[in-house]
């Protein structure tokens, strides 16, 4: 469809929405027409036998349709075009092993709380549990990943089910919604009844905060003399970053970031002490620990982030806000818990707020920023990673959208770069899932074509979707994908390394006596991208402005090799008093 057809089409739907439409429709029809109502403008959606009446719709729907090479990299996409949003992604797959490649970016999904809406063809109901071909129990294989799941047996119930799908995906804690919609009922004919209110029982959204809590939290801060505020993932799902950066500015309390809530904060900002965790800074963790008040807002207290509870900030009053009953005290005791939405909190808080002279605290951070700085050793002529990071952050300005793979590289990357926005550093965090960058920058750069998208990769955990270059291709899709080429499975080898003797099982993909391999960007180049390779520190800079200025997609090979480990590291099942810096 051309331009004039699209919207065309869209003022149709918006009046059908409006007024009751007496033709029949096939229910797969009336599904793509409720998308389209409900505002979708994308879908990555891959093709097959109990899927093929939702491609047939979509010929005559202005929705953009993006064709992934894996099903697994179409859920990665509409997971990154989530995260760069805060929309709904939307990924479809057919029935059977369509369905089942696309289990990993549903849990990942889940694991970060991201809104994704993802739909599977089904066989007919009539052969549903008869082992029919391509059939598989995709409601039972997701029940523990996702946050509701629909098999929809009438063709009745499809509007409904999607309207109520796209709410429960993007409200109160978000999360991925699966429907499943059997063959037999995408071809059952029907009129177009739209209603865009949802239709839920036993679903009820958190209270406004209560004004007891909220002065509980004042109270608490006004005894406290050495605070820490630890921001998580919540505050850029609840859209609260400027909230959260108002209220560090209000009350003078240095802030702490899980990976997931990188860009709560600017990273540059005077209270910002970047993230804490197993890789986090060494003033973070030692912050979030040695405080006598912890403000955990919207955060989890995953275990990457606290080691063993039982000596996590266990000095430290622990106030715990998030809008999801079950998190409270699952990890970590609270000793204030409250149920609620923390932009909402935020915004009480910044009404009057209370400010103590945290002089001697922030002297004390100061120290730490001072002796143990994130840092690496240079080698002359050598290309190293993390260098790879600082030009590629000090030539974008800090402005680009960064999205990682899943290893060494996603660490460094996230220590390397300052990040100055929400929404800005884009990865894998709950699940840790090697293969989300390529699919996933892919997503995201669909989803914000103004915006700079840069993949940044290992060498192994870009292999794994390293298909979706031809999606790239096809879809004309400019990301820059930058690859940190180590030769190894780098951090399962830094693992290693320091537990294992260094005893190699299976992390080192060299060849002995050749050349590193793939050749990167000859692949590239088989899929019409271009590329371009760097083994020294010299060369860097010149290629990174080259990937920059090329028009469209460019794949920048660095050669980084396996030369060091990322710290800081808190070895597993230690705490922030056993943090490796060396």
């Known amino acids: ?114 809104p994704m809406v993802i739909i599977t063809g089904q066989v007919a109901a009539s ?3 008869k082992n029919a071909f391509q059939e598989t129990d995709i409601i039972g294989m997701t029940r523990p990943i996702v946050k509701h799941s629909y098999l929809v047996l009438d063709e009745k119930d499809i509007v409904s089910t999607i309207v109520n799908a796209f709410y429960l995906a993007n409200s109160g804690r978000p999360g991925p919604v699966l429907i499943d919609i059997p063959k037999n009922v995408q071809q059952a004919k029907l009129p177009f009844e739209f209603c865009d209110k949802p239709n839920l029982t036993a679903y009820e959204l958190p209270p406004s905060p209560e004004k007891k809590d909220i002065e509980a939290i004042r109270a608490a801060i006004a005894k406290s003399r050495r605070p820490c505020l630890y921001a998580g993932g919540g505050i850029i799902a609840a859209d609260a970053a400027k909230e959260l950066t108002q209220f560090a500015e209000l009350y003078n309390i240095p802030v702490v970031t899980t990976l997931m809530g990188v860009g709560s904060i600017p990273e540059d900002h005077p209270l910002s002490l970047k993230w804490l965790g197993m890789h986090g800074t060494y003033y973070a963790n030692y912050a ?139 990865t894998s965090g709950g699940l840790g899932s090697m293969g989300f960058g390529l699919p996933a920058a892919m997503g995201a750069k669909v989803a914000a074509p103004d915006k700079m998208v840069i993949n940044i990769d290992g060498d192994g955990s870009f292999q794994m979707n390293i298909q979706e270059l031809g999606t790239v291709y096809a879809e004309d899709i400019p990301i820059k994908m930058v690859i940190l080429n180590n030769q190894h499975l780098g951090m399962v080898a830094q693992w290693e390394d320091r537990f294992y003797g260094s005893r190699r099982g299976n992390t080192d993909l060299t060849l002995e006596g050749q050349k590193p391999y793939p050749d990167f960007v000859t692949i590239a180049k088989g899929y019409n991208i271009p590329g371009r390779e760097v083994f020294r520190e010299e060369e860097l800079e010149d290629a990174v402005r080259e990937m920059l200025e090329t028009p469209g997609p460019f794949l920048l090979d660095c050669h980084t090799f396996y030369h060091d480990h990322v710290l800081p590291m808190i070895p597993p099942g230690k705490s922030y008093k056993d943090i490796l810096v060396k």
């Open 1 to 114: 469809m051309n331009e004039e057809q699209k919207l065309e089409r869209k003022y149709e739907i918006m009046t059908t929405a409006q007024n009751q439409d007496t033709r029949l429709y096939k229910g797969a029809e009336i599904a793509i027409k409720t998308l389209e109502a409900l505002g979708v403008d994308t879908v990555f959606a891959y093709p097959g036998g109990a899927a093929i009446e939702f491609h047939q719709a979509l010929k005559d729907s202005p929705i953009r349709v993006i064709l992934p090479r894996n099903e697994q990299g179409g859920a990665f996409a509409a997971d990154g075009y989530a995260r760069v949003t805060g929309k709904t992604g939307v990924c479809m797959a057919t029935s059977g092993p369509g369905a089942t490649n696309l289990l990993t970016g549903i849990a990942d999904a889940y694991m970060d709380s991201i």
């Open 127 to 129: 052969f549903i549990g």
């Open 288 to 426: 979030a620990n040695e405080c006598d008040l912890l403000l955990a807002f919207g955060a989890r207290f995953d275990d990457r982030v606290t080691g063993p509870v039982e000596s996590f900030a266990k000095d430290a009053f622990i106030v715990h806000v998030d809008i999801d009953q079950s998190e409270i005290n699952k990890n970590v005791r609270a000793d204030l818990g409250i149920v609620a939405d923390i932009r909402s909190v935020l915004i009480e808080l910044n009404k009057e707020p209370v400010r103590n002279d945290y002089s001697e605290w922030m002297s004390i951070i100061d120290g730490w920023k001072k002796a143990y700085p994130l840092t690496y050793r240079k080698e002359e002529g050598l290309l190293k990673p993390q260098s790879v990071i600082e030009t590629i952050c000090r030539m974008t300005k800090g402005e680009a959208v960064i999205v990682p793979g899943v290893g060494q590289h996603q660490m460094w990357a996230a220590q390397f770069y300052t990040f100055k926005h929400p929404r800005q550093l884009l």
